[in-house]
Every structure is written in structure tokens, then in C-alpha cells.
């Protein structure tokens, strides 16, 4: 597909599209859920300062053509982009959202990738059941450190590994919207 052509198509609302190094197209829906608590997120960074580099779904350079671009991103505060992209090693924490179809992806998958990798610190913030899982101590296999917390429960200082600390306010959190009643009479 050109890039002409991938610039006119209009694609399926409700859905993120990314574009791989390699050709692909990559689209994945987004729920309510999964785009407000990202955006509680950036709101609970806004304390970093207002120039922190704090990325929402923008590509990091990771060794072996394993990029990603992870729901939100910490990084450096001397971070340089190296071309287009940041590299992993300028990263503090990375945090994904749980939707339903990238549960084991985010649990499973990326908690052992970011680990490899050394990423610090990684979040998994899963609105579905209501708790974050904060890992620590990053290992070849993944972290042996996780520690999990209630949505809540009140605020959740991590430190970062540049001295920083980034708060996430677990009562803010937002919760999807109950499963509407089809029982009804």
C-alpha cells in the first residue's frame, strides 16, 4: 500500500493505527477506558514538570527490531532522540493499560521484554481488575520485584532512577462502565 493511498483511507473508528518499520499496518481498537486512563496518567506526570519527556504511543528504538510504543513512557531528562526515535536506555518507566484482547501482552509478553531490556520500572494498570502491578528490578527474564495495588487506595509514589519520583493517584483512576443490564424485564 502506498503512502498516498494509506494517507486517504479512512480507517474504522475507535481504533488506533500504527505504522511498522517494516511495511505493516498495524490497527488496534482503543477503548474509553483504555484512552482516559492513559490520559490520568499524563494528568498524574504533569507533576515531573511541564517539560518532562513523557510519551503516550510513540515508538522507542529496543535492540532486535523490537520496538514499541508503549502507552506511556518516562524518559530522561537529557533524553536525545537518536534519528526519529528514543532509544530504550533513555527510558524510566513504561507503563501499559490492559485492554481486553492485550491482557497476556501486557502481564506476560512485555513484563519479560522490558525486563530483558532493563527498563526500571514497569507498570501494568488494568482497569478490568481494578489494580496496577508495579515492577521492580529488572532481570534477563523479567523483574523479580512486582508489587500490586488496589484502584483506591491512594496515591502511588515510584521512584525513578533519575531521583524523580512519578505519583500515580490511584483513586482517580477511571473505571469502565458497568456491562449494561440485558435482563431486564
Known sequence: ??????????????????????????????????SSTIRSMQIDSVALGRHAKVTSDVYIDFPADENSAPDLAILREDARKEGKRYSFEDVLLISEVVSTSSARKDYDDCTAKYGRYGIPVYLVVDPYAREVVLHTEPTSSGYSTAHTRAYGTGKLPIPLADGRTFTLDLDELPLPDPEPDTHRV
Open 1 to 34: 500500500m502506498s503512502v498516498d493511498a494509506i494517507t486517504h483511507t479512512e480507517f474504522p473508528a475507535g481504533y488506533v493505527v500504527f505504522f511498522g518499520v517494516d511495511g505493516k499496518i498495524i490497527m488496534t481498537p482503543q477503548s474509553e477506558e483504555h
